[in-house]
Every structure is written in C-alpha cells, then in structure tokens.
C-alpha cells in the first residue's frame, strides 16, 4: 500500500507540476470580491505565482513589469465557488464504489469546469482522497480543491465510534462527519450518549463536527452539544425565533442542501434542467436514458421517501427565508457526488433555489463564496483578497443582478491557472 501511494503521490503531483510564474492581471471587469464590500466597477486583479497580490480600482494597482494581462472589460470577477458539503470519487454514472484516484480527480476537473474551485467532500473519502489532497497546495493546481473527512462516523459502542473518529483524524481529516437522522424512520438513529462521545472524540482530536440532520430537535440537540456545522436543512418544521437565537448564539453556519432534496424526487418524470445546456454538456447520455425508464420513473413515482423529501423541501425552503431574514450564516452546499446530484451543476441549481427561497442573489454569491469558506475554515480561498488563492470565475453577465447569470461562465481560474475546457 505504501508504494502504491507514492506511486500515486507522483502521478497526481506530476500533473499538477506545470506552475504558473510570474503575474496575470485582470483588467478592467466589475469585481465582486466575495466579501461584504460594495461592487467595484473597472477593478484589476493581479495574481502573482498563484497567489492574490493586489486587488482594487484600476487606477490604484499596479501591475507588474512583465505581467500577463487580460482584458475584461465589460464582465464579471468573482472568486470561485465553495461548496460546503459534496461528495468526491465514489460515483461513475449512476453508481457507486468506484473510488479512484482518476475518479476523483476527473470529478475535481468537473467541479472546476461549472466554477466550483473547493468543494468539501463530507464523507465517503478514503486513502485515494488523501493524496490528490495533499499534493494541492501548489501554483500548478488547474482542478477544484478537496477537503475531506474520511469515513461518515458510525458505531454500536463508545468504543467503536471514538476508534473510528481517530482513525480519521490519523488520516489527516479535515472535518468529523455524522448522521443523526433515521431516514424518514426507515433506520435507528444514533443515540445522544453516543452522539456526545463522538463529538468530544472529534474535538479531542481537534477536529469540527458536521452534522447530517433532518429534525429541527436533532438540531437543537447538536447546538446545545456544541457541533459546528448544520449540513443540511431542518425540514420537519419551521424553524421559529428561539431556534434562530441558538444559531446565532453558537455561531454555527446552516448548510441547506436543497437540491439534494430535489433529487430525491425529481426523476419521478423528466426533469426541466434535462433541456439545460448548461446540464447537457457535461452529463453521460446513457445516464439521461437510465433516469427516464418508465419503470424508474415509477418507482420514484411511488416511493414514500420521494414523497416525504418532496415535502421536507418546501419547509426546507421556508426556513432559510427565516434563518436569512435572522441573520443566521448560510453556506451553500449541495451533497453532490451521490448519483444523480450532478457535481457542478447541481452547485447553480442550488444557488438558483436559495434566491427563490428569499435571499438576495448578492447574499447568495457571498454565501457561495466567502462565508461558505470561513464556515469550512477555508481560509485561504473564498474571497478576492490580497494572500488568497488565485481561484477566480470571469462571467459576461452579473450574477448580482440575476442569480441565473452565474452560468455565464467564461472561465474558471485556480491558482492562477486557467481550468482546461
Ligand atoms: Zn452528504
């Protein structure tokens, strides 16, 4: 195994190994920068091996002797999109357990593609996972950046539980991750006891803890305890202002996962993004095909958790007009990378549907950008700022004024590096 890694060390490292030197400058776009500030028009952005160098109004950076520059006058600057909960690697068509180093990296590329430069994968991750991660951090990176938190923690014991979250804190996870949830009833839910030892495990080892829930008490119950992220929607019932006060008390960011829900039900019949372009150029034909078979669409039809996931959504989506309108930090996440939730497309949908649900097409940028970075302790990437990661995303049309625009995508940049079509 440990010449297998290495191997593979050199191969991931190997295709990452054509750095960019020297600067690029952006000229001229409108600069949205992630953060809370204003839109700046005619901005320049100057990138420096890989890096954010200088950010601001084209008439105060300057650019570098021997700078690439790149006019975009007339189009957008935005940095590139995190996604708060994905899964990476498992997924080829629409099945499971084909976890590879090519797999994860072809998905990485595809994330990259739709403008999604971080993704953190909340589970399912493995040694694989660990090495395209590790060798990241360099100014040659042209796919999406990886976070991982290895295995979904599950277990009878104490015992067990605490054993398995160290087995992924040795691993080098960047987050615990676990389900307190039974599945609309079809599963036993993890008792509390065991929940509290898996969170004092993860914090002993200290590592933040990303729950899986469906239940607004589940919820209540991991604030009281102290978990630190909220990855997916409470959607049994509204949420109400005292549950908003804890949120904000505990200072823990909700992750809403809608279209998550839409894929619980949305193959019932053809879906309208099965039209998309924007859908269309990246999917598998023979995946199209496999999810209109009439049996398919039947048993969907008649599946009672496509019902009861149909109806979480619509509370789902009256809760995040709440949480929004309380002040609650909202990160946009997708669960993605389980088949049929399309990586990378799925990340517009769910942007799309978080403007539908109340909040402001700006608010969502930012929730799909800087705040969903700091919610996943992505320091150095989400924003437009001096230090940061060069990720950026080039639009022609302004996603602030309508949020569909963020498929305007022109090209995609990570480190500097332009993201192969
Ligand atoms: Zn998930």
Request: glycine share 10%.
């Amino acid at each position: 195994m440990k010449y297998l890694l290495l191997a593979l060390c050199l191969v991931v490292g190997l295709s990452a190994a054509k750095a960019n030197e020297g600067s690029i400058a952006f000229v001229g776009g409108l600069l949205i920068d992630g953060t809370d500030a204003e839109l700046l028009e005619n901005s320049t952005v100057v990138i420096t091996d890989g890096r954010i160098q200088a950010v601001g109004h084209r008439a105060d950076v300057g650019i570098p002797e021997g700078s690439q520059i790149i006019d975009i006058t007339g189009k957008i600057i935005m940095p590139g999109i995190v996604n708060a909960h994905g899964h990476v690697g498992d997924v080829i068509g629409l099945e499971g357990g084909h976890y590879t180093v090519d797999n994860i990296l072809r998905q990485l590329s595809l994330y990259a593609r739709y403008g999604v430069t971080t993704v953190n994968s909340l589970g399912g991750d493995a040694e694989e996972g660990f090495v395209v991660r590790n060798v990241q951090n360099n100014n040659g990176l042209d796919r999406a950046r990886l976070m991982l938190s290895g295995s979904v923690v599950t277990g009878d014991t104490e015992e067990e539980i605490r054993a398995e979250v160290n087995r992924n804190a040795d691993m080098g996870a960047d987050y615990i991750k676990m389900r307190l949830d039974d599945n609309l009833g079809a599963t036993r839910k993890m008792p509390y006891p065991l929940f509290d030892a898996l969170l004092d495990q993860a914090h002993k080892r200290r590592l933040p803890l990303a729950v899986h829930l469906f239940y607004k008490e589940d919820a209540e119950y991991m604030l009281h305890a102290g978990a630190d992220l909220i990855a997916h929607s409470v959607r049994d019932m509204p949420v109400d202002q005292e549950f908003i006060d804890l949120v904000l008390e505990k200072d823990v960011c909700y992750v809403p996962t809608l279209t998550r829900e839409v894929s619980t039900f949305a193959y019932a019949s053809e879906p309208e993004f099965f039209s998309d372009p924007y859908f269309l150029k990246e999917v598998d034909p023979a995946v199209l095909r496999e999810l209109m078979q009439p049996e398919r669409q039947e048993r969907m039809r008649n599946s009672r958790f496509a019902q009861g996931y149909r109806a979480g959504l619509d509370v789902a989506m009256g809760n995040i007009g709440q949480l929004y309108q309380g002040g609650v930090k909202i990160a946009m996440g997708t669960d993605t990378g389980v088949a049929a939730r399309f990586q990378g497309y799925f990340e517009h949908m769910e942007m799309h549907m978080m403007v539908e649900a109340g909040m402001s097409p700006i608010d969502v940028i930012r929730a799909s950008t800087g705040v969903a970075a700091d919610c996943i302790g992505a320091h150095d990437v989400g924003t437009i700022e001096p230090g940061k990661w060069g990720d950026l995303v080039i639009l022609t049309e302004n996603p602030a004024e309508n949020i569909m625009n963020t498929k305007t995508i022109e090209s995609v940049w990570i480190a500097g590096n332009r993201v192969p079509d």
